[in-house]
């Protein structure tokens, strides 16, 4: 694709990306089939093909409208397009771009400002948005339908594991919603891998991975949280940590890009590229103790697993779940077009909720279609859009599994 960038963004590190990035598109089309919004609206300006030659036109000098604010508001950032175009267009890379540069130039309307200030101020502050879900617990009758779905009942969070000298020691990023949606998920986790030999050493003092703010048109921000995040760990990167646990994948998605992020910025690029370096999914550490590892005693074992489209399309990670809990007893059922979005992308089940729920219904549809008596997920987000509505529980798939007696505190 030719390019004429604009004076104003030609010599800049974000143009000279955007314009590597354009060169690489060829307007094949190849992603249209996996775009989930141009799937349900069959509009060309709502696929990945068309959103780029959105966002090229502002790089060329265009003045930005409400229009393109519109089509790149329906944008799930999925990534789908991305694994499936043949010339290997960063796609969510130029769509954060855009986002920003729209972000600047086109007013929002008030309640637009007010919405996406709200969850941008809230989300990332774990004790806010704790003490916020628990008074919605008691006023749930009295919220609009659209937050009063997304309540979900209270779980009592089980205690931590204590701390001992193990094998191994790794980081968890507990999140900044997590905690409060799902308390028993990260102890759950930490215990896991006490069994294992593998100490988990908390960081209350890392918080939101930068996800909301990057993907709201808001980077300085997301950048701030990403140092933040960085100085926290650094002091047990230093002592030797071995890896840095995520366990939901949106926001392992979001750290393993640290490294891009703050590739220029000259007293966190080395550390960022290291954090990177250090950033796990549990599937990519529990691989190796597959062996040790059985369904836990309250799972049932037909289940259908909801692959998040940042574990397949960001991470890289397609499958590597579904193998891991075959091979150690469950069974799973088929899941039809497993790489479609089921609606929930962070915080666009609010945002756009009338395209989050025609996606879920789908979705739930494609997984409910071999009558699972679970679904399991890798992602908080697709956790709670997917519980809102499913005919069966939704749960982490960590939450699903345990560690044989006879290998507790045998090292692997």
Known sequence: MQTRLAEFIKDTPDGQEADQILRKCTHCGFCLATCPTYRLLGDELDSPRGRIYQIKQVLEGERPGPSIQLHLDRCLTCRACETTCPSGVQYSRLADLGRTLVEEHVARRPDQRLMQLGLRFVLPRRRLFGSLLALGRVFRPLLPSIFAKKIRPRRHAPVWPTARRQARKVLLLEGCVQPALEPTLNPHTAHLLDKLNIAVIRSPKAGCCGAIDQ?????????????????????????????????????????????????????????????????????????????????????????????????????????RVERLLAKIGFELTSVADPHICCGSAGTYSVLQPELAQQLRTQKLHSLMSGEPEMIATANIGCLAHLGECASVPVRHWLELIAVKPAAKGHAQ
Not at 251 to 257: F, I, L, N, P, T
């Open 215 to 319: 993907h709201l048109g808001h980077p300085d921000t997301a950048r701030e949280r990403m140092r933040r995040n960085i100085d926290t760990w650094w002091p047990q990167v230093e002592d030797g940590a071995d890896a840095i646990v995520v366990n939901a994948s949106g926001c392992g998605a979001q750290v393993k890009d640290y490294a891009h992020q703050l590739h220029s910025d000259p007293d966190y690029a080395a550390k960022a590229k290291r954090v990177t370096e250090l950033a796990l999914d549990p599937v990519e550490l529990l691989e190796a103790h597959a062996e040790a590892l059985v369904p836990a005693a309250d799972a049932p074992r037909r289940i259908a697993f909801q692959a998040p489209c940042t574990l397949q399309h960001a991470l890289r990670l397609p499958g």
